[in-house]
């Protein structure tokens, strides 16, 4: 894994229909993609082993195909699908679809970090310990 802190943007008017935000960022422990989709494109069919996906529609509507029927996404909705479940995207709308899909094939690890009450705290703790800060 790599320390440090990387940065990357969105880039809903890229030619490419893929672009690889995992790579972008240096993200090595899950998939972090976005997909255009212009009117008409379709993804290939297509499942996992191990990936476990979860898919947000960032803008326009996604045909979701899951072995064989469909289903459509608006904008702000997601969808997990489980590694095994055959899937295709595609748009059959009249405008761009833009996704942000995530994939991961391992476990989560909930809550491994410490929380700090100020930049000058020296020790942490568990992050439900800590109060939140006072609202600006």
């Given amino acids: 894994m790599e320390t440090g802190v990387s ?3 969105l880039d809903p008017d890229t030619e490419e229909r893929f ?3 995992r790579r972008e960022l240096g993200v090595t422990t899950f998939g972090i993609n976005q997909i255009r ?12 082993f191990h990936q476990e996906e979860v ?17 459509e996404l608006t904008q702000g909705e997601l969808v997990r699908v489980a590694p095994e479940v055959r899937r ?19 476990e989560h690890v909930g809550r491994d970090g410490e929380a700090y ?11 439900q310990q800590v109060p939140l800060p006072s609202d600006l």
């Avoid at 326009?60 to 064989?68: A, N, S, V």
């Avoid at 009450?117 to 992050?127: M, R």
């Fill in 7 to 9: 940065f990357a943007k």
């Fill in 19 to 21: 672009f690889s935000l």
């Fill in 37 to 48: 989709l212009r009117p008409g494109q379709r993804g290939r069919i297509h499942r996992h």
């Fill in 55 to 71: 898919f947000l529609v960032l803008s326009g509507t996604l045909t979701l195909g899951i072995d064989g029927s469909e289903r």
């Fill in 88 to 106: 295709q995207l595609l748009n059959r709308g009249t405008e761009d679809c833009l996704l942000l899909a995530l994939g991961s094939a391992n």
């Fill in 117 to 127: 009450e100020s930049w000058d705290a020296e020790t942490g703790a568990p992050p």
